[in-house]
């Protein structure tokens, strides 16, 4: 499994980039938002990847963190969607906004993003639900995916002394977030609420206030959370 690659843009396409590693060129596929986040020609990149593995088919695709990668992988285990429907659903809304359309059941959302029905929205939404909060949860382990602590994925990279070592490109500011509403979520849980209302809290908090900290967001939430009347 190629778990996280790291070489030179030498093209870009519509929906993908060819990395050179080392005179070994790898074409990945991604978001359209992912695309945007990407270095020109000529620049190093690290991505995170997923390989899908079919009988006639060998496909790389790259994420700019490890949140959405995990979110690729859990879309495509619902019927109706494949990688091009994962990645226009990452593309419209981006990881964080992913997580918050399933925790809220906004179905409105996901069937906005290209070539998704409402149908097929819904069972997003029906079966991921559950599986929003550990999802929510992994904010807390992306510095790895701004470069600030080592990955555990399997790895395509250059020397040490590589430019290639830089940080994901310019996934900071996502990973803060997903950072903040990991730890929101956490001291959550420790007040003893439920994985599911605090994720929702908090998926609604931070939609009301993205640039809210911490202790913002757990406010805020604690108000959504508090009984009504």
């Given at each position: ?28 596929y991604?978001s ?76 409105t ?15 997003v ?49 996502g ?13 959550l ?27 913002a ?13």
């Amino acid at each position: 499994m190629i778990g996280k690659i790291s070489g030179r843009i030498d093209y870009r396409s519509t929906d993908h980039v060819l990395i050179d590693v080392r005179g070994v060129g790898y074409m990945v596929y991604c978001s359209d938002r992912t695309m945007a986040a990407l270095p020109s020609n000529g620049e190093m990149v690290t991505l995170y990847t997923d390989l899908l593995v079919r009988e006639d088919l060998l496909q790389l695709f790259g994420f700019t963190s490890l949140l959405e990668k995990e979110w690729h992988r859990l879309l495509m285990s619902v019927q109706g969607i494949g990688a091009k429907a994962s990645l226009a659903i990452l593309g419209a809304l981006g990881a964080e906004g992913v997580g918050r359309a399933v925790t809220l059941g906004d179905v409105t959302a996901i069937k906005a993003a290209k070539g998704v029905g409402p149908k097929t929205a819904q069972r997003v939404v029906i079966e991921l639900k559950d599986k929003a909060p550990g999802v929510m949860a992994l904010g807390g382990t992306l510095s790895q995916a701004t470069g600030e602590a080592p990955a555990s994925d399997d790895v395509l990279e250059e020397p040490l002394d590589s430019p290639a070592r830089t940080p994901v490109a310019r996934g900071a500011s996502g990973a803060a977030a997903a950072s903040t509403q990991a730890e929101a979520l956490s001291a959550l849980s420790n007040l003893g609420y439920g994985p599911g209302d605090a994720a929702q809290a908090v998926a609604q908090a931070s939609g009301d206030d993205p640039e809210a900290d911490t202790p913002a967001l757990i406010r805020a939430a604690l108000k959504l959370l508090a009984p009504k009347g």
